[in-house]
């Protein structure tokens, strides 16, 4: 099966998510992340917004993936103002792989694709002691929007952090 190529980093690719890409993601989710989701909820998104869910790969392994839901709801800019939005839901790269612009390389391409499904903002939730993952949101305008007191099941803080999209085009 022919992959959707969209990027590389020297000998990694990142490249849009098939069918056959999700046992891998699952398993990658359960290894890096504490938030786990129901297999089909994976499918689901893929089947949904494919142009949002992505895998870096390393020599045939994935190495990191992102995952998005393209919502129309309450902006998270602008009060009172209606808006298609991109939803970051999981996003995770293989520990010896981070600070190599893998996740950075993973976000860009995200919102490139949330573009492409017509979105004028991206949003996601982010744990406050998440250092590493506030900063590269940050690095590419991510602002702190708001905080989510006990968001997470074991009762940690999240940080909800939003971006114009059409605004800051030049960073993608």
Do not use: W
Request: overall charge positive; hydrophobic content about 40%.
């Amino acid at each position: 099966m022919q992959q959707a190529f969209v990027s590389k980093i020297g000998d990694i690719i990142v490249r849009l998510a098939n069918i056959y890409d999700v046992d891998d993601i699952i398993s990658l989710n359960l290894e890096t992340l504490p938030e786990h989701y129901s297999n089909s909820f994976f499918i689901e998104l893929l089947i949904d917004s494919p142009e949002t869910f992505l895998v870096a790969e390393h020599d045939k392994t994935i190495i990191g993936y992102i995952m998005c839901r393209i919502e129309y709801g309450f902006s998270s800019l602008k009060k009172i103002k209606l808006s298609r939005k991109g939803h970051i839901v999981s996003f995770a790269v293989k520990k010896e792989y981070r600070n190599r612009t893998v996740g950075k390389t993973l976000v860009k391409q995200a919102l490139i694709g949330m573009k492409s499904k017509k979105c004028s903002e991206a949003y996601l939730e982010v744990r406050v002691n998440n250092l590493a993952a506030i900063n590269l949101y940050q690095s590419i305008d991510f602002t702190i929007t708001t905080t989510l007191e006990k968001y997470y099941r074991d009762g940690q803080n999240a940080l909800l952090m939003s971006k114009d999209i059409n605004k800051t085009q030049e960073k993608l």
